[in-house]
């Protein structure tokens, strides 16, 4: 009947599915190019008041690829921006820069801007590709391609042993270089002592320490930032040590790396209690100094400080939705999940009026988005949705099929959710999904999944302790418990009274309304039906 993975997660024996083809009839692409054409006006009027790195990098993007209305593609105008925005050492337009050059032995360069000489073009990208990840790996793939092709490729290997030659016999050299030159090629210097360490030889992870704390101290702050990421981190020449990995961010943040001041920001932010709103108002600050690469995930938090009214701002739903909007679309850190979860709250708030006027197709249209780029939780609130025929696609086996893409997932909580939901769906008798036997099923491994999460992860959510209450007071998939709903809709009430974020406060409402109704009435007849409408 059911199966625990190897994380502990409980699910039902059913096939896989395959349910991303579900996704594209909710996205309009007319909204999608008007919040790329929204963006582009930002960024134009950035790139032309202040030469701002950061819009030059997007407008390139946005020319480079083709998007909006406003941005038809157009190579030429793409390569301008990345060279703008190249020239003030922005670490993402250089590595996507070079995706517009190429070989003159290629027949096909429809694709690129500028031709050249194999040889050069090698050499030309891997000194690009190395600027650009000796600034942080997470900017671009430039670490990752970089470390691919110096393995596989002899030409490639040649090209960056001699690119490292070239940087020590300047440095040797040093009269003839400029204090910013030399701060950049001592950081470039100490990256590729690590990454072509392949047998981790601790002097050499040593020199590469002497040559980011040279960069530093002449004025780069990546120096600071990859004794931190690089070294600390990995223990490499040195004792792994947190505390002075956290330094060093801290000492890169001071001198105003963008990546360095994000990862600062976030130690202060990462918790939703409403005692912390003194680190908010200092975490707010450092996401508005590491906005100079705006980031999608950078763009995310700091609308999250507008949507709320923390960290010093007053609540401002117009500029939330800004940086929600702009977000949606901005090009994100390598690992980033700005642009699903800014498509995320966007559904969310369009759903339920949150701030803008209510619209259930604007809503799919951003979860839709969301659930494209693999946040599974997405998939549960569009599911929800068509099952509760708010969109004009409300057939219930797209909502089935969309539930259990989340089943499939490894999103704990879109696991659990989805289980539930679809428990409900097959234990509804008046609906075509009847079949008591699944809804047995797909009840029980929800519930096996949300006891998980409060007994042994002890991880559970407010929305986890919620629908425990539900399942224990309504017998679904369990022996009704009257007792035990009563006392997880009073755990999930209070536990979302420390909480500001949106979605934990409205399970927490409902927590509350009927933790108040059983404790204080015992009976429920009416709002148990209003109850499963909803829930």
């Not at 981190?233 to 040195?238: A, I, R």
């Not at 960290?311 to 090009?331: I, M, N, P, S, Y």
Request: proline share 1%; net charge neutral; glycine share 6%.
């Amino acid at each position: 009947m059911g199966t625990t993975t190897s994380k502990g997660r409980y699910k039902v024996n059913d096939p896989s599915h395959d349910t991303s083809y579900l996704l594209d009839q909710f996205v309009s692409n007319q909204l999608l190019f008007e919040t790329y054409d929204n963006a582009t006006m930002k960024y134009m009027q950035q790139a032309e008041e202040n030469n701002d790195a950061h819009a030059n990098y997007q407008l390139g993007y946005f020319y480079h690829h083709g998007l909006g209305y406003k941005c038809n593609k157009d190579l030429e105008k793409a390569y301008k921006y990345y060279e703008k925005a190249v020239q003030q050492e922005h670490p993402t337009a250089m590595y996507m820069m070079s995706q517009l050059l190429g070989s003159d032995k290629r027949k096909n360069n429809d694709q690129h801007v500028k031709v050249m000489s194999e040889k050069k073009l090698i050499n030309t990208k891997a000194r690009y590709y190395i600027r650009s990840a000796a600034q942080d790996p997470y900017y671009s793939n430039a670490h990752e391609e970089l470390g691919y092709h110096y393995v596989y490729s002899s030409v490639w290997r040649r090209e960056i042993k001699e690119i490292f030659s070239s940087y020590r016999n300047v440095v040797k050299n040093s009269s003839d270089a400029s204090k910013e030159e030399l701060a950049r090629i001592y950081n470039e210097l100490g990256y590729l002592a690590v990454r072509l360490n392949a047998s981790e030889d601790q002097a050499v992870f040593r020199k590469a320490f002497d040559f980011f704390k040279r960069a530093a101290e002449l004025g780069n702050p990546a120096g600071y930032f990859n004794i931190g990421g690089w070294l600390y981190y990995n223990g490499f020449g040195v004792e792994k040590d947190e505390n002075k990995k956290l330094e060093y961010y801290r000492r890169a943040a001071h001198d105003g790396h963008p990546r360095a001041l994000y990862i600062v920001a976030n130690n202060y932010h990462f918790s939703y209690l409403e005692s912390r709103d003194s680190e908010l108002e200092s975490a707010l600050d450092l996401f508005l100094s590491a906005s100079q690469y705006g980031f999608a995930e950078i763009l995310y938090f700091i609308g999250e400080f507008f949507l709320y009214g923390r960290g010093g701002v007053k609540q401002d739903f117009d500029k939330a939705l800004d940086f929600f909007e702009r977000a949606a679309v901005a090009t994100d850190f390598t690992t980033g999940r700005g642009n699903a979860w800014s498509n995320y709250v966007l559904g969310y708030m369009y759903e339920k009026g949150h701030g803008v006027e209510c619209d259930h197709s604007r809503a799919a249209h951003h979860y839709a988005l969301s659930a494209k780029k693999q946040y599974y939780v997405a998939y549960c609130r569009l599911a929800k949705l068509v099952e509760k025929g708010k969109l004009k696609t409300s057939d219930l086996a797209t909502a089935v099929e969309l539930y259990q893409g989340a089943v499939d997932s490894d999103d704990d909580f879109a696991v659990c959710y989805a289980l539930y939901r679809l428990g409900k769906i097959y234990n509804k008798p008046s609906g075509n999904f009847y079949d008591p036997v699944k809804a047995k099923s797909y009840l029980r491994a929800a519930q096996a999944n949300q006891l998980y999460a409060v007994k042994i992860q002890d991880t559970a959510v407010v929305g986890q302790l919620y629908r425990s209450g539900v399942m224990y007071e309504k017998g679904l998939g369990v022996a009704v418990n009257r007792d035990l709903a009563i006392k997880y809709y009073q755990k999930a009430a209070e536990l979302s009274k420390q909480s500001y974020n949106m979605f934990e406060r409205y399970n927490g409402d409902k927590a509350q309304k009927c933790f108040d109704r059983l404790a204080f009435r015992g009976t429920a007849d009416a709002e148990d039906l209003q109850e499963d409408s909803t829930e």
